[in-house]
C-alpha cells in the first residue's frame, strides 16, 4: 500500500515522502492516526501544498519535546514495584508508568509515545535512561 507522509516517521521517511507500507500498518495506524493518506495525485498534490504548514508543525513538536527534555534532563525518579530474592522486577516499568510519574512530580504533559526506551527496566538498579522521541 503506498502512503504519502504527513509527517517525519524515524524509519520511514519524510514529509511529503510516498512511501510502500504493509496495508495493515499504513490502515491501522498511520492513516487512522493522520500520519499519513493514500498515496494519489490529488493527496500528493495536497501535501505538497501544505508541506511547509506541516513542516512548521513538526519544527512545534520538536521544540516541545526540546523543552520537556531540558525539565527532566538529569532527574532522579523513583517507582515501587515488586521485585523477585535476584533483583529482577516482576513486570518492566513502562513508558505509560514513566510519563504518570512525570506529570505528577513535574506537572509536565507528556504521552508515553515520546517515550523511546534503548531497553526495557527489568532489572532493580539505581539507574536508567529515558530518551524523547524527536523525528528528524
Known amino acids: 500500500m503506498d502512503v504519502v507522509l504527513l509527517e517525519n ?6 514529509i511529503g515522502d510516498v512511501v510502500n507500507v504493509k496495508r495493515g500498518h499504513g490502515r491501522n495506524f498511520l492513516i487512522k492516526y493522520g500520519k499519513a ?27 516541545d519535546a526540546k523543552k520537556i527534555f531540558d525539565i ?9 514495584k515488586r521485585a523477585k530474592d535476584n533483583n529482577e522486577l516482576y513486570g518492566s516499568i513502562k513508558p505509560k508508568e514513566l510519563s504518570k510519574t512525570i506529570e505528577s ?7 508515553p509515545s515520546q517515550f523511546d526506551l534503548i531497553y526495557s527496566v527489568y532489572n532493580f538498579r539505581v539507574f536508567f535512561i529515558i530518551f524523547l522521541v524527536l523525528n528528524d
Open 105 to 111: 512530580l513535574d506537572k509536565i504533559e507528556i504521552k
Open 72 to 80: 527532566i534532563n538529569k532527574k532522579k525518579y523513583k517507582f515501587a
Open 37 to 63: 493518506l493514500k498515496a494519489s495525485k490529488v493527496n500528493i498534490d495536497l501535501v505538497n501544498k501544505k508541506k511547509q504548514e506541516l513542516n512548521e508543525k513538526n519544527i512545534s513538536v520538536k521544540k
Open 9 to 14: 516517521i524515524k524509519n520511514l521517511g519524510k
